[in-house]
């Protein structure tokens, strides 16, 4: 874990796992768990607007200090693994996660 | 009634999502519903976000009423030739940098109509394009 928060106690039942904003904002419903590749700066900003629980970047890809920063200051978790896209969805679905939809 | 102006400058990614940002933090002030904020953060990043890579510059006017939540997006740009063409889900006239920053799917104005309760497009390519939105409140 990168950046933790004062309120880590929260429950989290759904996933998105996308590299593309697009989608998030398209179809991600609220309260997610964002799994993704893409090191961007919009990534915290997306997360926050869109009141997502926390970003997982995969395949051990370290954010920027930016990122980091940004994290901290919107209070948004920031994890990382070594694990790869597909691994760290089929670990969360085998442990029961569903997919982000909007109703 | 609340009124207030703010300016999205056209290829400035640093700043992007600055606005969107403000206009949640007055929508929470206001105590509006989670969920109708959330709806209307969908209108302000995705607007905010396409004047970011497409227009010069953009006036975002915000107006919240008893009744509804106003936005108008009005940008200086290139406008668009063929409104029915962009309002299709996954066209797209996004450059390759674009969408590496994970933008550019040819979602934006498709959601922005599907998410909001009023929607009008109007464009005049070499001007620029203009959007506005309504929330109701109930």
Not at chain 1, 34 to 60: C, H, K, M, P, R
Not at chain 2, 35 to 43: G, H, S, T, V
Not at chain 2, 64 to 92: C, H, N, Q, V
Not at chain 2, 102 to 108: D, H, I, R, S, Y
Request: proline share 2%; glycine share 8%.
């Amino acid at each position: 874990m990168l950046v933790s928060v004062k309120d880590l106690e929260r429950d989290i039942t759904t996933v998105h796992a996308s590299d593309l904003i697009s989608q998030v904002l398209a179809s991600c419903s609220r309260g997610a768990l964002w799994i993704t590749g893409l090191l961007d700066q919009q990534i915290i900003n997306t997360a926050e607007l869109f009141d997502l629980s926390g970003v997982v970047f995969i395949g051990n890809r370290r954010p920027s200090a930016d990122i980091i920063d940004t994290a901290v200051e919107e209070q948004i978790p920031v994890l990382v693994t070594k694990l790869s896209m597909f691994e760290a969805c089929g670990l969360l679905y085998a442990e029961g996660l569903q997919p982000a939809l909007r109703s | 009634m609340f009124k207030k102006v703010f300016r999205v400058e056209g290829g400035n990614f640093q700043k992007a999502g600055s606005v969107s940002k403000q206009i949640k933090k007055i929508l929470k002030q206001l105590n509006l519903d989670g969920e109708l904020i959330w709806r209307a953060m969908i209108i302000a990043y995705e607007a905010e976000i396409n004047a970011v890579l497409y227009a010069h510059e953009c006036q975002v006017s915000l107006e919240i009423t008893a009744e509804k939540i106003y936005m108008r997006f009005k940008d200086k740009g290139p406008g668009i030739p063929d409104i029915s063409l962009a309002m299709t889900e996954g066209y797209s006239t996004a450059t390759r940098a674009m969408r590496e920053r994970g933008f550019g799917a040819g979602l934006g104005l498709p959601n922005i109509r599907k998410t909001s309760d009023h929607f009008e497009i109007t464009s005049t390519v070499g001007v620029g394009t203009t959007l506005d939105i309504d929330l109701f409140l109930n």
